[in-house]
């Protein structure tokens, strides 16, 4: 009778304990819930930015809207922007193409792959340009076929020569963030034989440049090559 009265306590300490790692296993679960919602957020954000774009009709301003917004989105835009690199319409899968260089993800190779055989150049361009924030291109027969008999030869051409001998280490985190620091309200806001207002660039390592800079200067040349936003 002595030996059956542990029974109850044993079985209280059992069930404690159970409880115990039942609750620690769902503490471990909570982290995650956050960054189900925050990528759903992006991936909707994404699909919105993309609608807008559409509807705007081919206007620089709508997309460079588009563009900003995606940088701001962050890498949670990435899927969707895969996405409609594989089935959009052709202006679309060419943003998409230029959104995905801001994000050296290594998942969307596969499709930017693919989309080096698209039809629209713009596509091939940025597809190149997206592969190459990966590290430099391989030699390979199709990249080499690009690079020697692509039908465009001013601009996808030499993107792919580029791409294969690129040797710098781009940083993504710095490029999305002047882009998604841009004000959207001075665009289209130079006039002729006025001061031009201040703005600042960043080139593909992510080094930035204002214009005030350069006041004083009697000329500044803005060049834009191959890598340069």
């Known amino acids: ?3 059956a009265s542990y029974i109850p306590s044993l079985l209280f300490i059992f069930l404690v ?3 115990s790692g039942q609750a620690q296993d769902e503490a471990k ?3 995650t819930e956050p960054s189900k919602t925050a990528d759903a957020d992006g991936s909707a954000a994404a699909r919105a930015a993309l609608a807008k774009f559409e509807a705007g009709n081919g206007d620089w301003k709508v997309r460079m809207g588009a563009w900003v917004g995606l940088a701001r989105i962050g890498p949670t835009a990435v899927p969707v922007l895969t996405e409609a690199l594989k089935g959009g319409p052709p202006a679309t899968r060419e943003l998409a193409a230029q959104a995905l ?7 969307t190779r596969p499709a930017l792959e693919r989309a080096l055989a698209d039809p629209k150049p713009g ?16 030699r390979t027969k199709e990249n080499e076929r690009i690079l020697r008999s692509d039908p465009n030869f001013w601009c996808v051409r030499p993107m792919m020569a580029a791409a294969v001998e690129r040797a710098d280490r781009p940083n993504q985190a710095e490029l999305r963030k ?3 620091d841009y004000d959207l309200r001075k665009m289209d806001s130079a006039r002729v034989g006025e001061l031009a207002p201040d703005f600042t660039l960043a080139d593909v390592t992510g080094k930035t440049y204002r214009l005030s800079q350069f006041r004083g200067k009697k000329t500044v040349v803005l060049r834009f090559i191959l890598y340069d936003y």
């Not at 260089?101 to 998942?107: G, I």
């Not at 596509?123 to 391989?138: C, T």
């Open 1 to 3: 009778m002595a030996r």
């Open 17 to 19: 304990l159970a409880g």
């Open 29 to 31: 679960k909570r982290p």
């Open 101 to 107: 260089v801001l994000f050296a993800d290594a998942k």
């Open 123 to 138: 596509v091939r361009l940025y597809a190149i340009q997206a592969l190459s924030m990966l590290g430099p291109l391989p």
């Open 178 to 180: 002047g882009l998604a």
